[in-house]
């Protein structure tokens, strides 16, 4: 495996990386759950999510610039709700043709991107803090379906395969390649035909290695189900910083609904 920029996690000793993944995987979906929840124009609890989000990250010893950047990067996917700050009615403050921008519209953006951000943000955390393995343990642990585990570790698995089966395919392009900088020449047109061919054959390939896999993985007696030798037992510990910022995060839920 070359591809290492998709492997999330973050070996550390905090007490964040510690905590057990069941507790961990609770409280992430919790937090975001809360920013969902958050009402519009709440700037007050939002801070106080990003707060917590903050202090969390400082305990886990994976670096604040690692998570914003990585948090930054899956940001501008929330520009998709752009589309609110025309559809949405209120006092208009720009016009763009035919469309206004309103004043309403605009601060259900804001507030759109904001959660996504501190969504965005607990999952880069827990992510950075926690094995894979154990995220899917953690998962069935927590009874959800194991079909959806299965497809979510198959998924993770099999991404760094088929970047390296791509970047084998980009280097064989570049040694047939006849101009010293590797684009081949051409037109528009020629290279999307080869682009396309390469998208079909990396297509392929997956495809074909996958029912080798899988006839592989039955051969051995695969039957969905994520094991692991030694499940770790919930301590104190993981119940009390569980039971804690569950309490948390429902107090911050609640407030910003009465307010």
């Given amino acids: 495996m ?45 801070a106080l999510l990003q707060g917590l989000l903050l202090v969390i990250e400082l305990f886990s010893r994976v670096g604040l610039g690692l998570v914003q950047q990585r948090s930054l990067t899956a940001l ?8 609110v700050t ?8 720009w016009m763009l043709g035919p469309w206004a921008i309103t004043e309403a519209g605009l601060l259900r953006f ?27 343990w953690g998962m069935r ?19 760094f395969v088929l970047a390296d ?8 392009r570049q040694a047939r390649s006849a101009a010293p900088d590797g684009r081949g020449g051409g037109s528009l047109a020629w290279r999307a035909r080869v682009a396309g061919g390469m998208a079909g054959s990396l297509f392929i ?3 074909e290695r996958s029912e080798r896999i899988y006839a592989a993985m039955l051969a ?30 429902a107090a911050v839920v609640v407030v910003g609904q009465v307010t």
């Fill in 2 to 46: 070359h591809i290492h920029a998709l492997d999330s996690y973050r070996p550390a000793e905090s007490p964040v990386h510690r905590l057990d993944p069941r507790v961990k995987l609770v409280l992430a979906v919790s937090l975001i759950l809360a920013a969902a929840l958050t009402p519009e124009r709440a700037w007050a609890i939002f």
């Fill in 110 to 136: 804001v507030s759109i991107v904001i959660r996504a951000y501190i969504s965005i943000q607990a999952a880069v955390l827990l992510a950075a803090t926690t094995p894979f393995p154990d995220v899917l």
């Fill in 205 to 207: 390939r997956s495809y």
């Fill in 76 to 83: 501008p996917f929330t520009l998709a709700a752009l589309t």
């Fill in 165 to 172: 089966e791509a970047q084998r395919l980009l280097r064989a």
């Fill in 86 to 93: 025309f559809s949405t009615p209120g006092r208009p403050l």
């Fill in 220 to 249: 051995r007696g695969y039957d969905g189900e994520v094991r692991t030798m030694d499940p770790p037992a919930l301590r104190p510990v993981d119940w009390a910083v569980g039971a804690v910022g569950l309490m948390v995060l």
């Fill in 141 to 159: 642990a927590l009874r959800i379906p194991r079909t959806l585990v299965a497809i979510g570790g198959f998924l993770y698995r099999y991404l």
